[in-house]
Nanobody
């Protein structure tokens, strides 16, 4: 059972990225899945979640700019990030809400001003 986040990179303010969370061994569609992020020197924080039924929740700081989605066929979750800001710089992780799996390395997003 493994979750792997990828798709990060170095971008400029205002640009976009799409992060992916590929799952093996578990069907993402059966769980509430969450994107988290951890900025340098800060605690890991909630970014967005998608429930098995498709309902989504966003942190206030990203609402309107981030979109979480899921492709059940590909068993992959996505995070579309638009209008990136320097304060979005962080390592982004994915995990499930109930019985979280071992944390992976995440994917680094760096936004230059």
């Amino acid at each position: 059972v493994q979750l792997q986040a990828f798709g990060g990179g170095l971008v400029q303010t205002g640009e976009s990225l799409r992060l992916s969370c590929a799952a093996s061994g578990i069907p993402l569609s059966s769980y509430t899945m969450i994107w988290y992020r951890q900025a340098p020197g800060k605690q890991r924080e909630f970014v967005a979640s998608i429930a098995s039924g498709g309902n989504t929740i966003y942190a206030a700081s990203v609402k309107g700019r981030f979109t979480i989605s899921r492709d059940n066929v590909k068993n992959t979750m996505y995070l579309q990030i638009n209008s990136l800001k320097p304060e979005d710089t962080a390592v982004y992780y994915c995990n499930r809400f109930v019985s979280p799996l071992q944390w992976g390395q995440g994917t680094q997003v760096t936004v230059s001003s």
